[in-house]
């Protein structure tokens, strides 16, 4: 049984209680995370601290846990259940709080609700282009709000537009802004690949700064071998892609074969895709 940690107290999942008054619960009015663990070794624990206290700040959530603080809370949380596999992901939920009535203004003098579980996740997959899991998906316009780069718990926007994808048969689905710009999907960031350039959508408004995302980025810069930008990318550079990634903590970097239906590419896992994925895991401790 996963052992969770709820406002200064650890218990067993099942037996943690928040009100209904809780303003995660009925605004959606919140920070979250998640954050995986290999073998007991986490992957960008520190940045993943970081963008939630800058979230949180965002929202005029106040939190006064420190980063150390966050990464020894969160260290103890995943020793705690060390029983539950070798690679364990950790949600971390902090909403602004239980108020004593409904009222959309954020109320004085009340302590942010503080939830974290553990759970277990896949192990990685294999740096092999013939063996990786392939993604499919569809593309659809991005009707979430206008500042997806705040990791809020209201996913209601993701959660339908992850379910078109989901009914449809499909992984996941990709998102252009109403100029037919890529954003991202509806739970990861997303890449192509056109002649051996990697390519992302620029950092804005419009995404989530994709700790899985920075990884990809500073590791493939420091090593070289691989050309990177970081701009918009229009409807049309994704389908004439020779590769599409999708990125996230629990995805790490997965390629996509199919888009609406069509082959991406050449249909295949990509070379560079490949080569992407090896560095990632040489490096992804070291976030
Ligand atoms: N999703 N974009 C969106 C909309 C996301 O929800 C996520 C992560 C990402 C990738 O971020 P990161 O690399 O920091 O995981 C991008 C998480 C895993 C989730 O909601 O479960």
Sequence with gaps: ?????????????????????????????????????????????????????????????KCTKTAEE?????????????????????????????????YHAYPENVEPTIFCFAFGIKDPEPVDRTAVTQYSMISTEDL??????IKSTALLGNVIHFQEGYSSGHDEALLFNAKGELTEGSSCNAFIVKDGVVITPTQDNQILPGITRRIILDSLKADGSLK????????????????????????????????????????????????????????????
């Design 70 to 102: 966050w990464k020894t809370l969160l260290d103890d949380l995943i020793a705690k259940n060390s029983d539950m596999g070798e690679n364990l992901g950790v949600y971390v939920h902090i909403s602004r709080g239980t108020d004593v009535k409904r």
């Design 144 to 149: 979430r709000w206008q500042r997806c780069h």
């Design 228 to 287: 990177v930008e970081e701009r918009i990318v229009t409807m049309d550079e994704v389908r004439e892609a020779d590769e599409l990634w999708i990125t996230s903590s629990s995805k790490e970097i997965a390629p996509v074969t199919k888009l609406d239906g069509k082959p991406v590419g050449n249909g295949e896992v990509g070379e560079v895709w490949q080569a992407a994925f090896k560095i990632y895991t040489a490096s992804k401790f070291d976030f």
């Design 1 to 61: 049984m996963s052992i969770a940690y709820l406002n200064g107290d650890y218990l067993p999942l099942a037996e943690a209680r928040i009100s209904p008054l809780d303003r995660g619960f009925l605004f959606g009015d919140g920070i979250y995370e998640v954050i995986p663990y290999y073998s007991g070794k986490s992957v960008g624990l520190m940045p993943h601290i970081i963008r939630m206290i800058n979230g949180l700040a965002a929202i005029e959530i």
